[in-house]
């Protein structure tokens, strides 16, 4: 079993910045696909990256402006997201795969975070 926890959410002004972290507890997850998704009230919860053996996707919608990291030794994942927009308020969540390939839809992944709150206002 693997525990996730995300932190680093908050209210920040249209341009401004925040990191989200998800510290992931169970075991380590060096070898797994780990992902960030988001979801605004009355949507469905969206793509945003996912970091995997092979390298890190984007959304295009965040392309440019987020960047997803790892830190292994910490059995940590991080979402830095620049540029911010109003579009961007939603609760982000992490997610982690059993296995090292990357996906892209929620029902690929096994294990899941609470959800952090990002309001962006304009």
């Known amino acids: 079993q693997v525990q996730l926890v995300e932190s680093g959410g908050g209210l920040v002004q249209a341009g401004g910045s925040l990191t989200l972290s998800c510290a992931a507890s169970?075991?380590?997850?060096?070898?797994?696909?780990m992902g960030w998704f988001r979801q605004a009230p009355g949507k469905e919860r969206d793509f945003v990256a996912t970091?995997?053996?092979?390298?890190?996707l984007y959304a295009d919608s965040v392309k440019g402006r987020f960047t997803a990291s790892r830190d292994n030794a910490k059995n940590t994942v991080y979402l830095q997201m620049n540029s911010l927009k109003p579009e961007d308020t939603a609760v982000y969540y992490c997610?982690?795969?059993?296995?090292?390939?990357?996906?892209?839809?929620?029902?690929?992944?096994?294990?899941w975070g609470q959800g952090t709150q990002v309001t962006v206002s304009s």
């Open positions: 997610a982690a795969r059993s296995v090292r390939t990357a996906a892209l839809t929620p029902g690929n992944y096994d294990y």
């Open positions: 169970g075991r380590a997850i060096g070898n797994n696909a």
């Open positions: 970091i995997a053996w092979n390298g890190i």
